[in-house]
């Protein structure tokens, strides 16, 4: 993969110029080797953020674009601890053409862009089965035959021999046959080390507590790369320092591509063990993150301050949050630890796959290849596939918003000038109109009886009136005085933050502020009185969007 020669300045100054020790990637002699780990896991089939937060996280576009940068700076290795491929396992029917296109996707890119030396094996590898892993894998525990497997085998990294290996837990893989990952590890780790290895890197996919029981139980494992499933975390939860084990330094990258390690190691004649020496760069980075993550925690815990009705137990679990932010902050400048005089260590960086980070160009087109080729064949699969019974007799379905207009137009004509109105534009805008990952939160009434389909959507795109109100056909058809029965009022409370407006895809959403955006003359005008003046949702989010930044990294789609 060539680099992008306009993002170098831009990826130089996020990734650092140099490398510790001897500034000479990959030199020998008595200054040592050095190299670059860059360590992923729980990928689990995103190959991009859905884009509605203020500041999206993960894209493998920027993945490989920091690759390719760093190895322009000298030898890189990459590694997966796996579940790589799918966003769930089983596959539900109606996503397995787009999951199977975008995990040949990944499979390509991890191949031929990222040059990924190592992956290993999780669950979400295995959602069509053993035979669609695709990549060969790290399992040493895994049996011969029950997935196409790679050994663990000897690396040579700029003069550097670098061992690598792979178990998994076998309650994560259940119908594979896997045995004790701790003998498994135990063996690897003494063929490695037969073979020469100087260093040894592990990839395992199991819960913590099992990961430290295992590497207390292995010496000779240098680095242990971790994917946690379900407990994978979430970036502001990823620690900025590797966790010690005894001599092994163990690291869980954030899931879904949003924080990747990367590790500068240094290796000096006469072994040892690595040493966590933090540098001027990685030191640097996680201030400036501890630094606007605590900024947005102030503007969050003054806004409960002014509200009466903050729930006491989230607002304090915001201040310990904030508390132990600032404790690491303080701790990082006080004492950024330098590189050792003797013996062989490494700098830990936690990577943000932030908007500002530039974009692999060839990864940004072959993505767009994929949302084109995902969208015509779900709607041709869909269109395929018998038609939903209609809803039974007597059961309300949808009509859409025009039938609405016909006795609420100063509603609809409120309506027009929302956000809500523009959902399905928002989709064609990016090429995602028909993105299974999108779509239900773009039209009404999605999943419900007589709502859009995949297949049938024309008359209701957008986030319209029934969305909030349910489907109105018996509205339409009431009399005068049953009318106000056959129709929902008003949503459930918990409606907006339980179906679209969640964490990972409206992270500034407040019901309130948002409520102001959506009701107003014609259309709950006594209702948004009520409401009072305060924040709207507009701005929350233009708010969001000014702290994440205006910058977009080169190569990347606006």
Known sequence: MRACALALASLLLVLGAACPGNGKPGAGGDRGITFTLIALAELRGQIEPCGCTTDPLGDLARTAQAVSEARSRGPVVVVDAGSLLYTQAPLPPHLREQEELKADLLARIYKEELQAAAVGLGPLDLAAGPGGVRLPRQAANVPAGAVALDPPRVLDVGGARVGVFGVVDPAQVPTLGATDPVAAAQAAVAELRRQGATRVVGLATMPRKEAVQLVRATPGIDVMVVGLGLAAPEP???RARAEQVDDTWMVFPANRGQVI?????????????????????????RQAELGARLELLDQELARYAADPDADPAFVAQHRAERARLATERDELAANPRRAPARGSYFELAQLRIAKKLACDPEVVTAKADYARAAGLANVAAARARPAPPPPPPGTATFVGTEACGDCHGEAVEFWRQTRHARAWQTLEEVGKPFDYDCIACHTTGWGEPGGATMAEN?????????????????????????????????????????????????????????????????????????LGDGPTGRELRAAGLARAGAAIGAGCPK
């Open 261 to 285: 390690s990367r590790f500068e190691i240094t290796l000096r004649p006469g072994g040892g063990a690595l040493v966590d020496a933090v540098g001027p760069a990685a030191a640097a980075d």
């Open 236 to 238: 502001a939860e990823v």
């Open 458 to 530: 024309d008359a209701l795109r957008d986030v319209q009136c029934e969305t909030c109100h349910g489907p109105g056909s018996l509205h339409v058809d009431a009399d005068e005085a049953d009318v106000k029965k056959t129709i929902r009022l008003a949503p459930a409370v918990d409606l907006c933050a339980t179906r679209c407006h969640t964490p990972e895809h409206s992270d500034t959403f407040d019901r309130t502020a948002y409520l102001r955006d959506i009701i107003g003359p014609g259309h709950g005008e006594k209702a948004r009185a009520i």
